[in-house]
């Protein structure tokens, strides 16, 4: 069966999103039990100033844990050179530095411009080969189709900014749906061009499920030949620039629908759906979306997909 990758976004891109605050040991808690359950990837948190987003204060504990876990990649975000450096000194394995396609939404997240953001990329690669880290860097594109601060993003704009980000030095690249306005036609058609210029180093898909199109676009993604996407837990997440933007793709809806495609994911659904309802617990009062843990799974789970066509 062909393969499919899931990194989990929850701990950072979702709590980022949420008021509450979760405690580091049920974090510790929830990176063990998604391990248990078979993921391989997750974002654990961010390196920005406490101040700022208070959810995220213990990644280095956190990350700190997920590395003693073997072979389980854990990533961060960082937002510029001071979060890359504490990145590096943490040895993340993998450090993901956000750029939005969108001139305005770029500003408002990250006070620079995309160019800028791309100059302070290719300044992080220099001080990273400098000091002989092994931590990859990662250019995510968010807002890649569409923006609610500046409306429409051209596409030539997402790959010129794709280009810019390899040019600086990228190991790889991925592209975000920040505010949920793409389509499976918008999405299909940008992938191919986006991996016609990037080739395997076009790392990963990151899907929205603000109009309740995520899991069909990770479908024409696939069609595109890309096998990896970024979800999140319950559905949590979103952008602070971004109103109504809540919401990415569900992890345990993501599986499921993947294994019933025939795509291997290496995910244990029931053991993610009991996660699930301890996240509930953990976020007690916050809305958590998705549709499987509402229906449950169908009397034919288990059972092989009911057509004999490769996806691959």
């Not at 968010?142 to 190991?171: M, S, Y």
């Not at 058609?189 to 069909?216: K, N």
Request: with cysteine; hydrophobic share 45%; aromatic share 6%.
């Amino acid at each position: 069966m062909p393969k499919v990758t899931l990194r989990e976004m929850g701990l950072r891109d979702g709590l980022q999103s949420v008021a509450t605050i979760v405690a580091t040991e049920a974090k510790i808690e929830w990176i063990r039990a998604a391990y248990e359950a078979g993921e391989r990837e997750i974002e654990v948190g961010s390196f920005v100033p406490p101040r700022l987003m208070p959810q995220l204060a213990d990644t280095a504990e956190v990350l700190a844990f997920a590395q003693t876990l073997p072979g389980l990649r854990a990533s961060v975000l960082v937002p510029n050179m001071k979060g890359a450096e504490r990145a590096m000194e943490c040895n993340a394995e993998l450090m993901l530095l956000p750029l939005s396609a969108s001139h305005a939404h770029s500003l408002a997240n990250l006070r620079k411009t995309p160019d800028e953001v791309i100059a302070e990329f290719a300044r992080i690669r220099a001080e990273r080969d400098a000091a002989g880290a092994a931590t990859l860097l990662e250019g995510g594109i968010g807002t890649a189709f569409g923006c609610t601060i500046q409306g429409r993003v051209e596409p030539d704009e997402v790959l010129r900014c794709l280009q810019g980000l390899l040019d600086a030095g990228a190991d790889r690249v991925s592209i975000a749906d920040t505010v949920g306005y793409a389509d499976p036609h918008a999405v299909r058609v940008l992938f191919e061009r986006a991996r016609r210029i990037a080739g395997e180093r076009f790392w990963c898909g990151h899907f929205h499920d603000t109009r309740g199109l995520a899991l069909a676009n990770v479908c024409a993604a696939l069609d595109t030949g890309v096998t990896r996407f970024d979800a999140t837990l319950g559905g949590i997440g979103g952008c602070p620039h971004a109103p109504g933007a809540s919401g990415n793709a569900a992890s345990e809806d993501l599986v499921f629908m993947l294994e019933r495609m025939g795509w291997r994911t290496g995910i244990d659904i029931e053991r993610l759906l009991a996660l699930r309802a301890d996240l509930a617990q953990w976020l007690d009062g916050e809305p958590l979306h998705g549709t499987l843990w509402r229906a449950g799974l169908p009397k034919t789970h288990g059972q092989p997909p009911s057509t004999d066509t490769n996806p691959a």
